[in-house]
């Protein structure tokens, strides 16, 4: 499928999004500002524009789609097995951090020009030396799984019961468990 596209003294001026539609569905185009670069594409843009990669970000559908992304691709960078499709990360997928039990936050904030949420969605092995098998994961709270870092469920109740979690070098302001969170309910 072509997507139409305007010049502009024979540049590309505007694109149009895959999902981007006016209100009676006809496809809009959009300049091209609006959309990231990719070299594999023909018009050397992504297909959607930043708009809505950002709203696929605050769905169910999208955040299981970049976690399982997301575990390939570290996967193959430390050489470990990732053997888990769509279907397990939905399946392990609850309503609520399987550590903390916290409710997660679908939104995105922008901070220092990254899209950063400490109360997302966040993949995690329960067994960090194992890799990303059916079994071995677990969905929790993004500034849970950087607190965890490499170590068990078990050590980090430990570190959050001695108070060391925020106080870690490699743990930033955001990834701090949220103002008001009641640790007495983590921790057990």
Request: hydrophobic letters at 35%; a positive charge; aromatic letters at 6%.
């Amino acid at each position: 499928m072509s997507r139409k596209f305007r010049e502009r003294a024979g540049k590309v001026v505007a694109a149009e999004c895959t999902l981007c539609s006016d209100a009676e569905g006809r496809a809009v185009l959009r300049p091209l500002a609006d959309f990231q670069r990719d070299s594999k594409d023909p018009l050397g843009i992504q297909s959607r524009c930043r708009n809505c990669r950002r709203g696929a970000a605050r769905t169910r559908n999208g955040r299981i789609r970049r976690m399982l992304h997301d575990a390939r691709w570290n996967a193959a960078r430390v050489g470990r097995q990732c053997v888990i499709a769509y279907e397990d990360i939905d399946r392990a997928f609850g309503d609520r951090c399987a550590v903390t039990g916290l409710p997660f936050d679908m939104g995105v904030t922008v901070v220092g020009g990254r899209l950063m949420n400490h109360n997302a969605p966040s993949l995690d092995r329960r067994d960090a030396t194992r890799g990303y098998v059916a079994g071995n994961i677990q969905v929790v709270l993004s500034w849970v799984n950087q607190a965890k870092g490499r170590g068990t469920q078990r050590q980090f109740k430990r570190r959050l019961r001695l108070g060391a979690v925020g106080q870690t070098r490699h743990i930033e302001r955001w990834q701090r468990p949220p103002q008001g969170t009641a640790l007495r309910s983590i921790i057990g």
